[in-house]
T-cell receptor
Framework: ETGVTQTPRHLVMGMTNKKSLKCEQHLGHNAMYWYKQSAKKPLELMFVYNFKEQTENNSVPSRFSPECPNSSHLFLHLHTLQPEDSALYLC????????????FGEGSWLTVV | SQQGEEDPQALSIQEGENATMNCSYKTSINNLQWYRQNSGRGLVHLILIRSNEREKHSGRLRVTLDTSKKSSSLLITASRAADTASYFCATVEYGNKLVFGAGTILRVKS
């Protein structure tokens, strides 16, 4: 238990569906992240939020839409995804600033059919 | 863009042996971190070494950093079957943007 909780753990969705991934951190952190982990590829940073403001969008397609309503919650809204978007999506949190440990959730396995 | 690159890609050893994994990176960094990931699970932070540090220890883990060669190594001593996992290095150039390498898959045989 790292203090970062992701739901759902597994999700299967069709290409025309709309779904959301949820992340909640109980560590009092003020920065949250979404990472994508595909088979045989390094973890890819998708989005960074510092103090609820998006500070990094790593050229992510618009079919992925993040939302950070407060420092403890982060969502990833999914719409009209492609099969190649199937991956493990990892949420993480940390204190904002350089040199702080980043804590990861267990991830949400997404399969797009 | 990928920053850290681990070597080897896969490593298989016997229980009790030491495991050494290496990481190389391209740009100046503020710190370098090592993470572990059990199959299909989230990443667990192991150790952080800052650019002005050369070596750190944590239990059976020893990390070195050579900024002149832009490389780091992770040594796990007296390995156990439970150490079987993927190990990733990640670098921080500035702020809190962590960039990961492709990882080393470690298998410890009992």
């Amino acid at each position: 238990e790292t203090g970062v909780t992701q739901t759902p753990r597994h999700l299967v969705m069709g290409m025309t569906n709309k779904k959301s991934l949820k992340c909640e951190q109980h560590l009092g952190h003020n920065a949250m992240y979404w990472y994508k982990q595909s088979a045989k590829k390094p973890l890819e940073l998708m989005f960074v939020y510092n103090f609820k403001e998006q500070t990094e969008n790593n050229s992510v397609p618009s079919r992925f839409s993040p939302e950070c309503p407060n420092s403890s919650h982060l969502f990833l809204h999914l719409h009209t995804l492609q099969p190649e978007d199937s991956a493990l999506y990892l949420c993480a949190s940390s204190q904002e600033g350089t040199g702080n440990t980043i804590y990861f959730g267990e991830g949400s396995w997404l399969t797009v059919v | 863009s990928q920053q850290g690159e681990e070597d080897p890609q896969a490593l298989s050893i016997q229980e009790g042996e030491n495991a050494t994994m290496n990481c190389s990176y391209k740009t100046s960094i503020n710190n370098l971190q090592w993470y572990r990931q059990n199959s299909g699970r989230g990443l667990v932070h192991l150790i952080l070494i800052r650019s002005n540090e050369r070596e750190k220890h944590s239990g059976r883990l020893r990390v070195t950093l050579d900024t002149s060669k832009k490389s780091s190594s992770l040594l796990i001593t007296a390995s156990r079957a439970a150490d079987t996992a993927s190990y990733f290095c990640a670098t921080v150039e500035y702020g809190n943007k962590l960039v990961f390498g492709a990882g080393t898959i470690l298998r410890v045989k009992s």
